[in-house]
């Protein structure tokens, strides 16, 4: 008796082999039997017409802090991930005194947007070492989580505030060994650094002030145990992110150890920047090491709001004049009807509609409701205005503070994308699921790559997009349980629709601690998905399975 | 590779992108002494910043402008 | 071991290492107010971002060298 059986679907297995009509067994949270499965089971899952795979694996993500009151990272799991990376770009939330919890808490914000109540109401802080941080959210896991452990967080332990100073020194850079050790023992699959974020106060993260030593102690670590170094570099600087790719192999090489970098980016403004920097990887893995460039499937967006200027209008120079203006009498000219006369001349004879008109009004702001989600060009309509006019007045209407929506400014050409993302070399990920909270939606980054990279371009095949965020991602870090539907592996598994998997539109939600708001997208084509061999979602619903671990 | 009649970097090239973080973000294009390019990303407080110290109301305006005009003590 | 294409030249600031230090040190042969405009030049990246001005941190690359023109 199986206490699964996922029955007549496509089985696309995770190796990038063409897929086929079977069965899919689980017994004891793993795979038992694929294939032509006989016997019974104490639950069936019809997945006639739909395919069933192994559950994707997300490699960059900032979860860590809504794992501890959301083991099911929503919404990632409805999108068919079964395991995400949090604790990338050098920030985890452990290893970490008790008195540097706010200097911790304030990075956190500035990068991922998260609320305050976020970290003072939606858990206990009842850890300081990475064992209780593992500990304190194996509670509730609904997916599976590869922690990283961060940089900054093991040299504030060390150095304290020094941290944000001054170079290490060499009995500081020992007891940051030590106590990357005891992260990996601890279950950390990896330590993460970063080349460019920065705190709330606008000071570098720790990280950044490592002496190429004390990264070298560092690697030498990883090397011990064969574990990943992830870093995110600087953007669209292609020979600045040579440089680290040429850092990250002497490394690699040096101490045996996988590494990745994230994101890379293709640009129309530098189009060579993801080429060269794909060419430096081949000729570095041609030489043994592994440096894996992370490449994330969706366009990037610009959003923007009148209540702070926006290099989004520095092609319309009076505009950029009055939006630059302080608060008062940029309200003022916005207010006066013979400048707007000239801003609107400044559109064309359209009034702005080929400018504007494709903008979208976004929500979890001053906009009103009702207006949340629509093109400017259809509140325009409504209006009997043209776009420019109504982008103005309805700023005016509510503070300036409505913000708007210019999809698909960066990483945006399919047909230049898609052989990138489907090189053998490059890395599908850097969703930054959990990040950016405020500002736009990192999530259904997987619907999107079957939706726009195997359906609509056909840059790969269905099995060959299956097999880059499973087998492939797990083979990158060594998660030797998972990525493959295979007897003995675990039973991640996820049963979709190869004709309609996407993601939804974006909508602001309000479900963050505090009501406070974030920008989501919801899962199309999921039905089922299966966590350590438990069913977690279902028609459209979270289970309550708590079936997830932190893998290694 | 040819030599430009230069003394310094200019800028020869200027657009818009999208930041990683959502912002608008400008990536001007450094032409050096020695003739040779390449581009610099500024983030959107530093684009604004060189645009208001140039003078400049477009873009274009920014063309021909020294590198100094990009680093605040320089 | 296979054999890399040239890339431009970069190093890492030292612990405290000033842009004049380095520029010394990165080109000794140059006046050191030309070579530390040229550092500066080369490196906006670090020179025109937020950060305390002339700050340079032990991880920041460096370029010591125009960029290499690629075909």
Known sequence: ?552 | MPESALDEAVIVGAEIVAGHDGTAELVVRLLHPDGSEHPVLLDEDTGLKLMEACGASSLEDLYGQSWRRIVPDA | MAELSRQRRFVTPGPGETVEQLAARAMPDQPLESAVDRIKSWNLHVFAMRRPPGLMLGSDVIFVEPPVTHA
Not at chain 1, 102 to 109: C, E, K, L, P, Y
Not at chain 1, 180 to 208: I, W
Not at chain 1, 256 to 274: G, H, K, Q, R, Y
Not at chain 1, 293 to 315: C, K, N, V, Y
């Open chain 1, 1 to 552: 008796m199986f206490d699964v059986i996922v029955r007549g679907g496509t089985v696309v297995d995770g190796s990038g082999a063409p897929g086929f009509q079977g069965d899919v067994a689980v017994k004891d949270g793993k795979i038992a039997a694929v294939g032509q499965v006989s016997g019974e089971a104490r639950q069936v899952i019809d997945a006639s017409g739909r395919v069933v795979a192994p559950g994707f694996i997300d490699p960059h993500t900032h979860f860590d802090v809504q794992l501890l009151w959301d083991g099911a990272a929503k919404p990632a799991l409805e999108h068919g991930v079964t395991c995400v990376v949090p604790g990338n770009c050098s920030l985890s939330l452990a290893p970490l005194k008790a008195a540097d919890r706010r200097a911790v808490v304030g990075m956190f914000q500035q990068i991922e947007e998260m609320p305050p109540e976020a970290f003072t109401t939606a858990f206990e802080w009842t850890w300081e070492d990475f064992a209780g941080y593992r500990a304190a959210i194996e509670k509730g896991l609904s997916i599976n989580v590869a922690p990283l452990v961060g940089h900054s967080v093991i040299r504030l332990w060390v150095m304290g505030p020094a941290a944000q100073e001054r170079a290490a020194t060499p009995g500081e850079i020992a007891a940051m060994q030590d106590l990357l050790r005891e992260c990996l023992d601890a279950g950390a699959v990896g330590l993460s650094t970063s080349f460019v974020d920065l705190d709330e106060h606008g000071r570098p993260v720790p990280s950044r002030y490592a002496q190429a030593e004390e990264l070298d102690a560092l690697a030498a670590v990883l090397g011990e145990y064969g574990r990943m170094l992830q870093v995110v570099p600087e953007f669209y600087a292609t020979d600045i992110t040579i440089a680290r790719i040429d850092q990250l192999a002497d490394l690699s090489i040096r101490h045996n150890i996988p590494t990745t970098f994230s994101p890379l980016f293709d640009t129309l403004a530098v189009p060579d920047n993801a080429e060269r920097a794909i060419a430096r990887v081949e000729e570095q893995f041609a030489r043994g090491a592994r440096v894996w460039p992370q490449m994330q499937t969706r366009p990037i967006d610009i959003s923007f709001s009148l209540l702070r200027p926006s290099l989004f209008f520095a092609r319309l120079p009076r505009w950029v004049r009055i939006l630059r203006q302080p608060l008062d009498q940029r309200l003022a000219a916005l207010r006066d009807p013979e400048t707007r006369e000239k801003m609107l001349a400044d559109l064309g004879p359209d009034g702005g509609e080929a400018m504007f008109g494709r903008l979208i009004a976004r929500g979890g702001d001053a906009c009103p409701r009702a207006l949340v989600g629509k093109t400017l060009s259809q509140i325009a309509k409504d209006r009997g205005q043209p776009a420019g006019l109504a982008l103005i007045e309805l700023s005016l209407e509510n503070g300036l503070d409505v913000a708007f929506l210019s999809a698909g400014q960066g990483h945006q050409v399919t047909d230049r994308i898609g052989p990138m993302l489907a090189h053998p070399l490059v890395h599908i990920g850097a969703s930054d699921g959990g990040a950016h909270l405020a500002s736009f939606s990192t999530y259904g980054d997987t619907g999107y790559l079957f939706s726009e990279f195997v359906r609509k371009a056909g840059a790969m095949s269905l099995e060959k997009a299956v097999a880059k965020i499973t087998s492939e991602t797990a083979d990158i870090w060594g998660l030797k349980d998972r990525g493959r539907l295979q007897p003995g592996l675990a039973a991640d598994i996820v049963v979709f629709d190869a004709a309609t998997i996407d993601r939804e539109d974006e909508l602001p939600v309000f479900d963050m601690p505090g009501d406070g708001m974030r920008y989501t997208r919801a899962a199309r084509g999921v039905d089922t998905v299966l966590v350590n061999g438990a069913v977690a979602y279902s028609g459209g619903a979270y289970t309550d399975a708590k079936s997830g671990v932190v893998c290694v």
